[in-house]
Structure formats: C-alpha cells, structure tokens
C-alpha cells in the first residue's frame, strides 16, 4: 500500500458474506447469518438448502457502519438473520427495486450511480453500483436487479475493491472492468444452476474467472459465495482443479480467505 493509504482488511464470513475494514469504516457485503438446515424458495421452481452456518454471529460482527446488499430477493444473499440487521446499520446501499421492497433509510443504485461514505473524520469511501447479469440473456424479469459495488479511497494504489455480486461473465461486467481498473476483486463464484433450467447457470464458473482476470488483470481475486448452500455447483476443489490449468499470471492472482478469520489486503 501507499504511504498514507488506510490497510484494508477482509473477513470472509461464509456465502457472500464479507466484513471490509478500511480507514475505521466496518462495511458488511449480502448478510447471511441463518442456522443451516433450512430449505429456501427463490421462486420459480428454485429453491436451495442452507447446509452451512456462518463463521461468526451477528453479536462477534459487532457495528457496522454500512452494508452493501447486492439483491435482497433471494435468501442466500440475504436470509432472515441478515435481514434484520439491515434496521441498525446507517447506511444500506442495494438495487433500485430493493431499496422499494425494503423498510428505513435505504439508498438504491442502478449500475453506474454511487454513493460516498463519508463523515468527515475518515477517509471517504465511494461505492459505485456495478452491473450483474444474474442469469441467461434475458432473464432480468425472472431474477431480478442485482448489482455488484466497487469501493475507492484515498490512496489506493492498484485499482478499486470490486465486490462482483452474483452474476454471469458478461459484456456490461466487462466493459466496467475497462473503464474502472479493478485492484482486489472479492469474486462470487459457485457456478450456480437448478434443475429445472438444466443446464444454465446463474453464477460465473471457475472458466468465466479465468476469461474475467484474463481481460482485466487484478492484483489478487478472492472467491466466495461457492460454499454453504445446495445450488452451488463449483465449490473450492472445482475451482482448484481448473485453476492449477490457467495460465500462471492467472493462476497466481487467487487468493483463498480463511473463513472466519481477518486477513490483512496489500490494496
């Protein structure tokens, strides 16, 4: 990091549930703190079985001062511990069409809006809503609006801190990741599909991560939301498996975080 950058520090809680701490802002990613056992309905014949519990409880979290929801509609992104959190946080930054299904001060972006965390004490955070495909062309009214976030500060030395949302490789991703360089990418992967669609997918595969940092080159890639539910196809041995075949200046950008434990991010 550069003089006078704050140090950034992640914990990967479980599923897409991501505590970000930099410049003394505590910023939570999609909450996700259910028992598992239980089985969720996403609509449309989908449904999914939580089999994994969190890292950590709501009450070891502590404060936060935002969280970043990218959708609120299907539970593995936000259940029902999560969601009510959502009342206590000051801020809450999620789609459009979330921010009028849900209650309090909610702001909601569509791709390419952004808000600015700022107080006057720390350092400011800018946090853009970046675009999702959340399934095949054309499925938007099916699945719904989603969105990912990238997060920049003063100092920043390699690009922004881009969350990906769940989502396809696809051009609107791309074409962000062109205008906006991308440093530390905290990657939804999992390569989800249902039964009742066969075989399309609704999260990107260990190959669309390959094309993805093939065309935009971060510094480090950090892969969740792959664990913890019965939809997920690709889990971390998958994974592995197609990366120990990337070309090296691939292969060699991912990062495991240790569930449950911070971890300290060169950014």
Known sequence: MTDGAPPLQLTHIGGPTVLIEVGGWRILT??????????????????????????????????????????????????????????GAPTVVTTRAGAGRLDGEVRGLAPGEAVTLSDGVRPPVVVTATPCRHGPPLFRPIVGEVIGFALTWPGQQHGALWISGDTVLHRGGLDFGDRVPVGVVVLHLGGVR?????????????????????????????????????HFVEGRAAIERRLADAPAEVRNVFRWLPIGTPTVIEA
């Open 30 to 87: 999609d909450p996700t703190f259910d028992a598992p056992g239980r089985r969720y309905k996403f609509g449309w014949g989908t449904a999914s079985t939580k089999v994994g519990a969190p890292a950590m409880s709501v009450a070891e979290v502590g404060a936060v001062d935002a969280i970043l929801l990218t959708h609120d509609h299907h539970a593995d992104n936000l259940d029902d511990s999560g969601r009510a959190l959502l009342a």
């Open 194 to 230: 249902f039964p009742v669609t066969g075989p399309l997918r609704y999260t990107m595969t260990a190959n669309d991560a390959v094309r993805l940092c093939q065309r935009l080159r971060p510094e480090v890639v950090f892969p969740v939301h792959y664990e913890g539910w019965s």
